[in-house]
């Protein structure tokens, strides 16, 4: 009899087969940005239709997230391989001024975003994750975990949840639209990438960016 495999090795493996689908090159000669996702095969409709499933909150607002170029890779000046990951993401929000109106938008403070370390600084993954008594958690004594060793680390960087401990027995990996809008750009760049403004900054630079948020 076959296991089922963790929440966290399901997600993996589903981001890496919507990763290793390319768009089939056509002209488009619309004026405006080419909008990747309109030439992709029907093969990735099932993968990003589960994903949907997953996150019925967060995928639909993740990608709208990116559509309006409000997601920032922040890199190090000095860094020259455009193939590192950036340091961190700074994603801004919007918000409704006005409930009849929807094309007015106010930007909100940024959040940041660390893909390696599964977090984000905005409310809903500080809810997701430590959620409430009266949301199911259960608490009790804590169980050891292995050290990931050196040799591992580098996978571990790729996996859905970065080097936290979340979903890998049971339960699941908390995520927020952020995070989902930055994890599918950076391993999805093919037909996401491009969404991503790059901002190159020196470590003084970083720290006020951070300092701001």
Known sequence: MSTLPSPRHFLTSLIDSIANIQPAP????????????????????????????????????????LDRSLVTAVL??????????????????????????????????????????????????????????????????????????????????????GLSFDGREAGGVPCCKHLLACLLAERWGSVLGSYIVTRRASKEEMVGLLADT
């Open 26 to 65: 056509v002209d488009d000669a619309r004026p405006g940005p080419p909008n990747s996702l309109r030439h992709l095969p029907p093969s990735v409709r099932p993968l990003l239709t589960t994903l949907h499933v997953l996150f019925p909150a967060l995928l639909l607002p993740s990608l709208d997230l």
């Open 76 to 161: 190090p000046e000095q860094q020259e391989e455009p193939s590192l990951k950036p340091s961190f993401f700074l994603v801004r929000s919007v918000a409704l001024t006005s409930r009849k109106t929807y094309n007015a938008f106010t930007a909100a403070t940024p959040y940041v975003v660390r893909l390696d370390a599964w977090n984000c600084s905005c409310a809903n993954f500080a809810f997701e994750a430590f959620p409430s008594a009266g949301r199911g958690a259960t608490i009790g004594p804590a169980t050891e975990v292995d050290e990931p060793c050196d040799e591992d680390a580098g996978d571990l960087e790729t996996e859905f949840g």
